[in-house]
């Protein structure tokens, strides 16, 4: 027990000769209590807890080149560089994660509210969409997809395998477009997946009414989040990530930043052990590496502004159309187990424009 004299806090207190067995109770409880509040992470603010294993075959690591993020290692199969900068500023730009094989999901969103995303602030402050994918290793899904790509001009395909446990790479690519290419050219950076409906009635008054800020993280905070250790998708064994519990981070479906935490997000990033739970990764773990805050109430958006996990998303957003309720400003349909989310995003589209339409006239 010597090492604990080491510990200042514990040395400050002048000991009374006669109360060693005092002493060292004391001192042992302040360990005890120590490590109960970094176990359950609450210390983390400064202690930053660490992903520590680099061995295959402990669950929940993946090898994840994310060396080819540096510098200009990067291919891109299919780019738009002009989409941000050019002379002109744009509003919000935002970055769609999608898997190859979703051209449906892809074409609902260019349809609802990608469209009014564009319309929304017409010429003078115009916002921007693009589609971020990695490679499928497919002849005939790629040239579908280049295809797609001569119509509609909004794809960002970057030269990596696309796969699910890839999806740390996707990501990142997201953010690191962002900052290379869009740097002072843009307020607000939007990144989302294509099975979410961003209701842009919402959002950009709300992103007018934040206070001017260049350090915006705003999203649906997962707060003292459990890791999961049994067999689900994201089992995460304790040899990789020992605390029970995450930082508390942005849940994956949607969440908004400026540019400068775009840029402090992806530095931190690429400075640590990288997991496949990007979510967690990338706005937990590396967010605390950055030390970039979450922003407070009243500015943060709130549970009621998402639709998580709902296995219904779309009677959420007629409810609240029906009570006259402020209705979400994102669905995500994560939750939603039916074949056809295409229509059912469609069919919540549908409702955020009829209540628009009725609410303002
Ligand atoms: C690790 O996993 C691979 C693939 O599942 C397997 O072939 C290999 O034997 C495993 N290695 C160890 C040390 O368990
Ligand atoms: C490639 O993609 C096409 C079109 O989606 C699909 O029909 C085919 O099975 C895929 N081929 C392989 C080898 O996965
Ligand atoms: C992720 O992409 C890299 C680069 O293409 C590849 O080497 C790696 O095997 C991929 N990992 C998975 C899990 O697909
Ligand atoms: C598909 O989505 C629509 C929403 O437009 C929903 O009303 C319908 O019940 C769904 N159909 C099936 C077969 O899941």
Not at 4 to 14: D, E, G, H, K, N
């Amino acid at each position: 027990m010597r090492f604990l004299s080491y510990v200042p806090f514990v040395r400050a207190v002048r000991w009374k000769p006669c109360a060693r067995g005092a002493a060292t109770a004391a001192r042992l409880l302040v360990v005890v209590v120590v490590a109960m509040l970094v176990w359950h992470g609450m210390l983390s603010v400064i202690y930053v807890p660490k992903l520590v294993s680099d061995a295959r075959n402990v669950s929940g690591y993946f090898h994840i080149p994310v060396r080819m993020l540096r510098g200009d290692g990067l291919h891109f199969i299919l780019d738009h560089p002009q989409t941000c900068g050019g002379g002109r500023r744009l509003h919000v730009v935002a970055l769609i994660v999608s898997a190859p094989r979703n051209h449906a999901n892809r074409d609902t969103i260019r349809a609802t509210w990608g469209a009014a995303l564009r319309r929304r602030h017409g010429d003078d402050d115009p916002s921007a969409f693009l589609f971020v994918l990695g490679d499928p290793r497919n002849a005939s899904l790629q040239a579908a997809l280049a295809d797609e790509d001569r119509r509609h001009g909004d794809l960002i395909q970057a030269d990596f395998i696309d796969s699910y446990f890839n999806m740390t790479l996707k990501h990142l690519v997201a953010l690191r477009w962002a900052v290379r290419r869009c740097r002072g050219d843009v307020s607000f950076v939007l990144k989302t997946d294509d099975d979410v409906v961003v209701n842009t009635h919402r959002l950009l008054p709300y992103l007018s009414s934040l206070p001017a800020t260049d350090e915006a993280l705003l999203c649906y905070v997962n707060k003292n989040p459990r890791v999961f250790r049994d067999e689900t998708k994201w089992r995460i064994s304790r040899a990789l990530y020992a605390a029970a519990t995450y930082p508390d981070y942005c849940a994956g479906p949607a969440y908004v930043v400026t540019p400068r935490v775009a840029a402090r997000l992806f530095d931190a990033t690429l400075a640590i052990r990288p997991m496949f739970v990007d979510d967690v990764l990338v706005s937990g773990i590396a967010r605390l590496h950055a030390g970039v805050r979450l922003m407070r109430a009243p500015y943060q958006l709130r549970p009621a502004d998402f639709t998580m996990w709902e296995p219904d998303p779309l009677a959420t957003f007629a409810r609240a159309a029906e009570d006259g309720g402020a209705l979400p400003m994102f669905g995500a349909l994560q939750g939603y187990a039916g074949d056809n989310k295409t229509d059912v995003m469609r069919a919540i589209w549908d409702v955020i424009e009829a209540t628009q339409r009725r609410r303002r006239g």
